[in-house]
């Protein structure tokens, strides 16, 4: 019913580098879950910009755009600046800088908001690079291959199969409001028109999803969707899971050195 491709990615690139594309998929979802695990882990600065440069080359082999790529990694960061900047200034330690107001920033704390900008910027790359470069199809392949949740896997696929569905009736709804001189404004008539229009998505996205069952079950639909390609490991997967492996020892043995030389 659904079949594995590689002509598109989840918002990223449609054409990966063919090292990272002809990498099994189960293995690279794997590969982002070890790299995420064992980088939240670390303490050490040093190795925390092992690992984001890690990360770095990751990209540099995937064949992203780079610039695009890291622009997006910039929006990302733009979540958790505040909480960044806050941080000096409200975890207790050495004083590092008194601002005008009595507010002093902590040596600690900047030391703090450093590594949780090299973790999170290191993991979500590694994502990006390993798992943002699936089709949404071959991601769900690869999660069922996996034994994650069949209706995680479901939700997942009708979601990526649905959402364009869904966004053109919200355009659709959204036209017919302008063509009723409709405004968007900070008032009670928009707040309710706005709501009107919510429940009305969830009551058309109810009803679709009815449809699309019944018209499911008429074709045989039990509650599993066959998978129709058989995923396995290559040679390249598993020198590949050698090299990740080796860099993620390293990263370790890097934080362990360090810890014994503080």
Request: charged share 15%; with cysteine; hydrophobic share 55%.
């Amino acid at each position: 019913m659904l079949g594995l491709g590689e002509t598109g990615a989840v918002g990223l690139s449609p054409r990966p580098s063919p090292l990272v594309r002809r990498l099994d998929p189960r293995g690279r979802i794997l590969a982002a879950l070890a790299f995420a695990v064992v980088v939240t882990g670390l303490s050490s600065l040093t190795a925390l910009v092992a690992a984001l440069a890690a990360a770095l080359a990751l990209l540099a082999v995937s064949g992203l755009p780079v610039a695009t790529t890291l622009k997006r990694m910039m929006l990302m960061d733009g979540f958790i600046v505040f909480m960044l900047v806050l941080l000096p200034f409200s975890t207790p330690g050495t004083a590092l800088l008194v601002v005008p107001g009595g507010f002093v920033a902590s040596a600690e704390g900047l030391r703090l908001a450093v590594e949780i900008a090299l973790t999170a910027n290191a993991v979500i790359l590694a994502l990006m690079v390993l798992v943002g470069t699936m089709e949404p199809v071959v991601l769900g392949h690869a999660l069922a291959r996996l034994r994650v949740p069949e209706r995680l896997v479901h939700l997942l696929l009708f979601t990526v199969r649905y959402i364009e569905v869904l966004r053109d009736e919200y355009s659709r709804s959204r036209q017919a409001m302008q063509a009723r001189a409709f405004r968007p404004g900070s008032n009670r008539h928009c707040w309710r028109s706005l709501g009107q229009l919510v429940g009305m998505m969830l009551v058309r996205a109810l009803e679709r999803s009815e449809r699309i069952l019944q018209a499911m079950k008429c074709r045989g639909f039990t509650g599993r969707l066959p998978l129709l390609s058989d995923l396995r490991f290559g040679r390249i997967d598993g020198l590949a899971a050698v090299l990740f492996l080796a860099g993620l020892l390293g990263l370790v043995l890097l934080e362990m050195c360090l810890a014994d030389l503080a």
